[in-house]
């Protein structure tokens, strides 16, 4: 691999305008992290195509170059999957934005990859439509980076994530072809489903340049619920005792007590910040069926250890609680100079055992660790408040990272539930995975990318090229 | 490839002992065909591994001789998938049907892939919960033959296919290696998506030999409802009409009248043959949601151009009437000697356009195609009641099938929608897939499958070992 050169700067600069290359410092500065704390790399160039014809164009003076190329939309990933490498490009699909087409009859959407989640959402809504991957980074997080990570959200107990809504995908591949990969079609099992081996490759096989998106009938009514707990556990018991009775609501989230009274500090919105932790459950539907399901998930709540149970009175109401824990991960991030957030997931049954393990992996290590995350789907986020400049802090949170991983792969569980494995998560990968899929995983990133030139050591480390 | 020689089948028969290693003509002639007409071949030996450690040591025999290697279950396919190579090995893995666990508390079912399709959701119902995947042959068919084939089913509108139930596959890759692929998680974003590269890939991959299923909790009421009209077009606006209201039923299945006429003859349920056009429409939920929707589907079912409509009044009078669906394909069997049927699929706004397309083919070539299928996903299933002895009337059907496919792709549609490629539809994969991701399968099945051992010909045919 080499950093890019004068000839390619030159190339670019004629394929996409001077404005559109960017190469000082100062201007390829933003684009050098993502979300994800203490990763950051210096790019050698940004680009900013905007046609499927000019992505190629751009893979092909780097890939004939051998220049690495990192593509990225806003940079809220939490892997470290759009960190650059040093001296390599930048692809930035900020720029393709357009939406290409709503098929209200097929019930789908077609846009470019720099579209932003939320907006997506809200053209499908005026049409009495719905899409919905809801990740906490909606209102700035574009569905190529979702495509590219999988991304689940605070719907995905009965909705699913990402995965579940493409149904096609346009992709450049690392040699400048372009494929269409998918179908229109609601069913179709011609050939393997390449589709699918693209959602979730964080960018490592190939670029995504336009997506086809399933739509579904918005519900008609949804309906909120909050219940507090004295312990985590008991919150946990409680989700597995809904499960258990058959309801799955369409959101089931938790905070812990410490982000409870950070969101409280930070919003001001009235959260019981006594309480050890709180659930928020959500249902939709049509209005029958909302008030079913609520008043079948009270009644599991009342014969469990809940402390208080509140159905939201008003859509502002519910809106109040909704924000609580979409503010979740911006309120922990004001406590300390450096957040870390976590992504476990484990098998739901096994949620309170690896609650119970975090607070004593917090408590044995002296670290801050705020917790919330999907309680429904055993995806949890331990959140670790500290400061990168301590050296002695971060060699524990190092040492209880560690102890977190070990404990979730014990109980079945995984190291990324819709993060993403990126730069920060590849360690463990090998943990997780068995020899022959894990061998598996280099064997598909060397047919796809030979040169080993697409977002570069993300997932996991290429064996050198000629090697396999 | 080589076909089986006297040392493997010695090996064989050390492994497996003499009864589950069949050799002779009149023992291996069941397992030279599947449920696809006019296709079939002797195989060498048919095996009958019962676990996975003896699946890896039977490829492991096959592929240090060459042996081509092609994996069944109950051989109800209809794309020829499990049809052997001539002088091949069948891995016949019908025997491999434990159901290893049965998890309430995390909603999830791991079996063998020989456990027939229809005993997972029976398992389920015990326990109030729910597998929807429901594909025609549900009765027979292994759900390991399933997840080969992504198997779709009539629930498939709102519940889509057996690719959104499986959560993990332990699998036997061509090297005898074994692999698991995919998680106990409801979400796991760590590494490419394997799983779903396998499913799908109709044994062209490796072999499964365990399957993780997700269930859901079990819908506690169901309705159902019939429409007739005067023609398919009817029908098909019909059913975008209520798409139109955003609405999605659980299932919106139709026959055309030649389809009607053989049901009635076959099973005496009194249908009305004298409609062009019957729909079965079918909602589930709670009581009152059910109640909801079908009232929805009436008020728009009055408003189109439907001849009758008619809501079940009893259980039994709804099983009479998914009978009626459910022997559509036995029915229309009867009437000819050779039966071919297709499996092409459109976006649903182009369905009526299509279905006016098969009948002006069907009277073109002078042949009786009887139509039915999955309305509500554009899958239609224009079925060929002819005779493989007359070859004037084949070629016929040849031309026709061709005018199908041609007018299926100009709708953006796939050539085949639940059925898979098989031998039957490769001729016309190239067609559907752009070069460039067509040329991906290729390099796919190269990585995963170098010798090219594992079924082989099936999908497509692949160039030999060292091209690529």
């Given at each position: ?51 499927t ?45 357009r939406v290409l087409e709503l098929d209200a009859a097929n019930l789908t959407i077609r846009v470019e990859p720099?579209v932003?989640t939320q907006k997506i959402d809200e053209l499908a809504a005026e049409q009495g439509l719905f899409y919905p991957p ?9 569905i190529g980076?979702n495509v ?7 719907r995905?107990?009965?909705y699913g994530v990402t995965r579940d809504y493409v149904m096609g995908l346009r992709v ?7 494929a269409w990969l998918g179908s229109g079609c609601v069913k179709d099992v011609a050939g393997?489903s390449l589709r699918d081996?693209f959602i ?8 995504v340049t336009e997506v086809l998106l399933k739509l579904l009938p918005r519900p008609a ?248």
């Open positions: 691999m080499n950093p890019i050169q004068q000839p390619q700067i030159d190339a670019l600069r004629a394929l996409l305008g001077d404005a559109r290359v960017l190469t000082k410092a100062i201007d390829t500065l933003p684009y050098g992290f993502d979300g994800t704390a203490a990763l950051s790399a210096e790019a050698g160039c940004v680009v900013f195509p905007t046609t014809a000019e992505v190629a164009a751009c893979l092909r003076i780097a890939t004939d170059a051998r220049v690495p190329v990192v593509t990225r939309g806003s940079g809220t990933g939490l892997s470290g999957g759009s960190v650059p490498v040093a001296g390599g490009m930048v692809l930035c699909l900020n720029q393709m934005d720099g932003i809801d990740p906490g980074s909606q209102k700035i997080s574009t980076g590219a990570e999988n991304s689940g959200g605070l995905g107990l009965k450049v591949l690392a040699d400048g072809e372009v393997y081996l979730g490759s964080e960018g490592t096989l190939g670029v009514a949804r309906g909120t619920m909050t219940a507090t707990f004295a312990s985590m556990e008991a919150a946990a018991q409680a989700v597995s005792d809904i499960i258990a009775q058959r309801i799955v609501p369409c959101t089931m989230e938790f905070l812990d007590q410490t982000t409870l009274r950070c969101v409280e500090n930070y919003a001001r919105i009235g959260l019981p910040t006594d309480a050890a932790a709180l659930l928020l459950l959500e249902s939709d539907g049509s209005q029958s069926a909302v008030d079913e399901e609520l008043a079948a998930v009270r009644r599991v709540l009342e014969a469990s250890a809940a402390l208080r149970v509140e159905t939201a009175a008003s859509e502002e109401d519910a809106q109040r609680l909704r924000t609580a824990r979409r503010a979740a991960f911006s309120a922990l991030a004001r406590v300390r100079p450096t957040t870390i957030l976590e992504d476990v997931t484990v098998p739901r049954s096994r949620l309170a055992e690896m609650v119970r393990h975090i607070g004593a992996v917090a408590e044995r290590h002296a670290l801050q660790i705020g917790v919330f995350g999907h309680m429904g789907d055993g995806n949890l986020h331990p959140t670790f408040l500290t400061d990168e400049r301590d050296a002695d802090e971060m060699h524990r949170v190092e040492l209880a990272l560690d102890a977190i991983v070990e404990k979730t792969l014990e109980l079945g569980g995984t190291i990324t539930g819709e993060h993403g494995v990126g730069l920060a998560k590849k360690r463990f990968l090998p943990q997780q995975f068995d020899d022959a899929s894990f061998a598996l995983l280099g064997r598909i990133k060397q047919t796809l990318d030979p040169q080993g030139l697409l977002n570069p050591g993300k997932i996991f480390d290429m064996a050198p090229a000629g090697q396999s």
